[in-house]
């Protein structure tokens, strides 16, 4: 596609719900990110893949979230057992070279965890 | 590790003042990329530049500019005449080894 996709763009999960937030990258783009963006904060780097490899996931802040590329081009970001600190925008991102081409993010999905 | 500093939280200024937004970073690597995002109230990150450490050279692009000394570790973006259009949160961000790495964001106001 044009652009990076993500879906849904807005989601409110009860506590303890498990959510799951897609990301459809560029067509050709190798590189696709995770980030998690609080309020009034800067996007945190949370995982990344190259085509379906995660090389990095040191971001994950806790064993329940979790992430996938089993194909090498969409991926799913999933968070078990919600927490209200979840509660954050999750931003996506691919790349066809990491740092020399920049990214390109998608527009986010809005967690809202009651 | 990698850090990215901007000091200014938000700026409000009137429509058709320059406006420069302040971006110190800390890297040990002697390769890395700095980058401007905008993003507007929609979310979306927008990119507008990036500058690789072995280019200092300023770039100007309409009423963008931008400021990349490494003496100092400073990337500095300014806008010239500013317009309402330009509110939005700026993001500086460095990409190394530690891989992309964000401010905290500067909130740009433009009153009209």
């Known amino acids: 596609g044009a652009g990076v996709s993500q879906s849904p763009r807005y989601k409110v999960a009860k506590r303890g719900q498990d959510v799951a937030l897609r990301c459809d990258p560029i067509?050709?783009?190798?590189?696709l990110f995770w980030y998690q963006q609080a309020l009034g904060q800067g996007p945190e780097f949370l995982t990344y893949?190259?085509?379906?490899?995660?090389?990095?996931k040191s971001g994950l802040p806790s064993d329940r979230f979790f992430a996938e590329r089993p194909e090498g081009s969409v991926s799913t970001l999933k968070i078990q057992r919600t927490q209200q600190e979840d509660s954050a925008v999750y931003l996506c991102a691919s790349s066809l070279v990491p740092g020399r081409y920049g990214y390109t993010f998608g527009s986010g999905t809005r967690l809202t965890v009651v | 590790a990698q850090k990215v500093t901007q000091a200014q939280t938000e700026i409000s200024v009137v429509e058709k003042e320059d406006v420069t937004l302040d971006c110190v970073y800390e890297?040990?690597?002697?390769?890395?990329?700095l980058f401007w995002y905008k993003q507007p109230p929609s979310g979306e990150l927008v990119f507008l530049i990036r500058?690789?450490?072995?280019?200092?050279q300023n770039e100007i692009s309409g009423r963008y500019s931008w400021n990349f000394q490494k003496s100092t570790s400073s990337f500095n973006f300014t806008i010239t005449a500013s317009q309402v259009v330009d509110s939005a949160v700026y993001f500086c961000?460095?990409?190394?080894?530690?891989?992309?790495?964000f401010g905290k964001g500067t909130h740009l106001i433009i009153q009209p």
């Open positions: 500058r690789n450490s072995f280019d200092e």
């Open positions: 067509s050709g783009h190798v590189s």
């Open positions: 961000a460095l990409w190394g080894a530690d891989g992309l790495t």
């Open positions: 890297t040990r690597d002697t390769t890395y990329y």
């Open positions: 893949f190259q085509n379906e490899a995660q090389l990095d």
